[in-house]
């Protein structure tokens, strides 16, 4: 474990001197407060357009994050010729893969961090003047928003282990180009499952192949919780749980299959 945790951070320290990722998170947090202003645009519902507007922004910038962050780890050692250095020494293929995966959503954990902190900023400056308004139920709107803000570590987190994996295989850029098919293809996922309906899909084949899909895809849309939020709907701590346990499962079983694929691989 303690080998490990090493490469995790080796993999972190390397992530932090990347241009792009430094570049990504610039753009979050501009986004998130110029989402100030933006929010003037709906009156009546500056409060909302702005939850919504930040929690997109925090969710879209960490997969953007999660993706190149991912996809060049691999990659990037097989093209320098370091990765025989790292395995000449006493550390096994599992522990470079799986120090590596955390290095990376640690470094994606941080950087959400960091655009959480800079939209609750902006939230707690701007809330109080909305507050005993009709239709703005901050009692439980920031226990909603924390939750929201956890959901999207874990969402991330899915995403991590997609472009890890998909990396021990492709190119890094085919593997971004994967996982970004991947990360918006989970977002349509319920739709994927309407259309395998029988009711909707008479033609057996096509729904076997749209349930296939459905299976495969990860279930993204179930970790957005924006459509709740603005219409300030309370959620419950049970489907959260539910959504971490799925997460936590579907990158367990992904990051399985890219152990195999990497120890396959010749390098």
Same mark, same amino acid.
């Not at 950087?111 to 701007?126: D, P, Q």
């Given at each position: 474990?303690?080998?490990?945790?090493?490469?995790?951070?080796?993999?972190? &320290?390397?992530?932090?001197?990347?241009?792009?990722?430094?570049?990504?998170?610039?753009?979050?947090? +501009?986004?998130?407060?110029?989402?100030?202003?933006?929010?003037?645009?709906?009156?009546?519902?500056?409060?909302?357009?702005?939850?919504?507007?930040?929690?997109?922004?925090?969710?879209?910038?960490?997969?953007?994050?999660?993706?190149?962050?991912?996809?060049?780890?691999?990659?990037?050692?097989?093209?320098?010729?370091?990765?025989?250095?790292?395995?000449?020494?006493?550390?096994?293929?599992? &522990?470079?893969?799986?120090?590596?995966?955390?290095?990376?959503?640690?470094?994606?954990?941080?950087?959400?961090?960091?655009?959480?902190?800079?939209?609750?900023?902006?939230?707690?400056?701007?809330? @109080?003047?909305?507050? +005993?308004?009709?239709?703005?139920?901050?009692?439980?709107?920031? @226990?909603?928003?924390?939750?929201?803000?956890?959901?999207?570590?874990?969402?991330?987190?899915?995403?991590?282990?997609?472009?890890?994996?998909?990396?021990?295989?492709?190119?890094?850029?085919?593997?971004?180009?994967?996982?970004?098919?991947?990360?918006?293809?989970? &977002?349509?996922?319920?739709?994927?499952?309407?259309?395998?309906?029988?009711?909707?899909? @008479?033609?057996?084949?096509?729904?076997?192949?749209?349930?296939?899909?459905?299976?495969?895809?990860?279930?993204?849309?179930?970790?957005?919780?924006?459509?709740?939020?603005?219409?300030?709907?309370?959620? @419950?701590?049970?489907?959260?749980?539910?959504?971490?346990?799925?997460?936590?499962?579907?990158?367990?079983?992904?990051?399985?299959?890219?152990?195999?694929?990497?120890?396959?691989?010749?390098?």
């Amino acid at each position: 474990m303690k080998t490990v945790l090493r490469v995790a951070r080796a993999t972190f &320290q390397e992530a932090v001197r990347r241009r792009i990722l430094n570049i990504i998170l610039i753009f979050g947090v +501009g986004v998130i407060a110029v989402s100030w202003f933006f929010s003037y645009l709906q009156p009546g519902a500056e409060l909302k357009m702005m939850n919504d507007m930040c929690l997109g922004a925090i969710r879209f910038f960490g997969m953007l994050i999660a993706v190149f962050m991912g996809a060049m780890l691999i990659p990037s050692e097989i093209e320098k010729k370091t990765i025989h250095v790292i395995l000449a020494k006493p550390v096994s293929r599992a &522990q470079v893969i799986f120090g590596k995966f955390l290095g990376a959503w640690f470094t994606v954990l941080v950087n959400v961090l960091l655009m959480s902190v800079a939209f609750f900023i902006v939230f707690f400056i701007k809330a @109080p003047s909305f507050a +005993g308004k009709e239709g703005v139920h901050m009692t439980f709107m920031v @226990p909603n928003l924390l939750k929201a803000c956890l959901l999207v570590l874990f969402e991330l987190l899915v995403v991590v282990s997609i472009a890890v994996t998909a990396s021990t295989i492709m190119s890094w850029v085919v593997t971004a180009v994967f996982s970004f098919a991947v990360y918006f293809g989970g &977002q349509f996922s319920s739709f994927v499952h309407q259309l395998s309906d029988p009711s909707i899909n @008479p033609n057996i084949f096509a729904r076997l192949l749209l349930g296939s899909i459905y299976t495969l895809l990860p279930h993204f849309d179930q970790f957005d919780l924006r459509e709740k939020i603005v219409g300030d709907q309370f959620v @419950p701590w049970t489907p959260i749980l539910a959504s971490i346990a799925y997460g936590v499962f579907y990158t367990v079983v992904v990051m399985l299959i890219g152990y195999i694929f990497f120890n396959r691989r010749e390098v």
